[in-house]
């Protein structure tokens, strides 16, 4: 029985990425000639096309958009070997790809990445934050926090905490609006809505006695952050749902309030997340055990 093709894969992982042979090329130091080889070998030991080939562009086909995850995994798979390989317990060096929910990343990731850079001087880390879902294993990042309640999947994953979230308005809003008592209420009220959830106009929310209530509240503000949101909560022009590290030192001053207590969205997470190999370089390993470590 013959081997797989393992350079054909990575190289058609490469070609994928980079929608171009010639960028493979170069990326890979290889020749042009040779990334074209190595595409139609793996197409006719597969007995399919992965690529559809015009002059000006290259696209992938049925075959090879269902093929590109083993591709990227192999790829992946290779390049954790390697690494793992040549690092060792006191010589831990190259990049780490972070990804993090941007509210979450500028409130908690700076003193814990600048701590990290200070214990792994000879490790550099490229952090990309956004509240948008990132693909771990087709954007090539090697570790993500990611604040959701996480579906099954092929993904590996740590839980860290709870994230408690709320519904909280100012007192200047209460005043001159009143306090809604029920999730019925809220189409009544000025809400704000974060954009980055499954149905962001219709709030599905638990309540006494596992009670479930679905709302349409009335949107005066949508954002794909909440930490836009802050400010003009704090003027008084709306309620909205924040979660705790958003909201814990305005509602220690009174700036905000909680309001619906006994109402609450599905549970959340704090999570360390992974793509699924096992194997990880040394120095993912250590970025992964300092966040576990430092994050809360």
Known sequence: ???????????????ARLGSFTAAAAELSLSKPTISKAITRLEQSLGTVLFHRTSRKISLSTAGCSLLPHAQQIAQDGEAAMDAARDTAHLLRGQVRMAAPLSYGLSHLASVIASFMTKYPEI??????????????????????????????????IRLRRIERHFVTSPAYIARNGEPKHPDQLSDHDCFIYSNIPTPEIWHLSGPGGKKVSVQPRCRLRS???????????????????????????????????ILKDWQFEPIDLNIVMPPSPLRPARVNALIDHLKENLN
Not at 136 to 156: H, K, N, Q, T, W
Not at 232 to 247: K, Q, T, V
């Open 124 to 157: 550099a880390v490229d952090v990309q934050l956004s509240d948008a879902k990132i693909d771990l294993v087709d954007e090539g990042f090697d570790v993500a926090v990611r604040i959701a309640a996480l579906p099954d999947s092929s993904l590996r994953a």
């Open 224 to 258: 794909n952050n909440g930490s836009l949101e802050l400010e003009s909560l704090i003027a008084g022009h709306g309620i909205s749902n924040l979660p705790d590290f958003l909201i814990d030192e305005h509602l220690q001053s009174g700036k905000l309030k909680k």
């Open 1 to 15: 029985m013959a081997l797989p093709d393992y350079e054909a894969w990575a190289i058609f992982a490469a070609v």
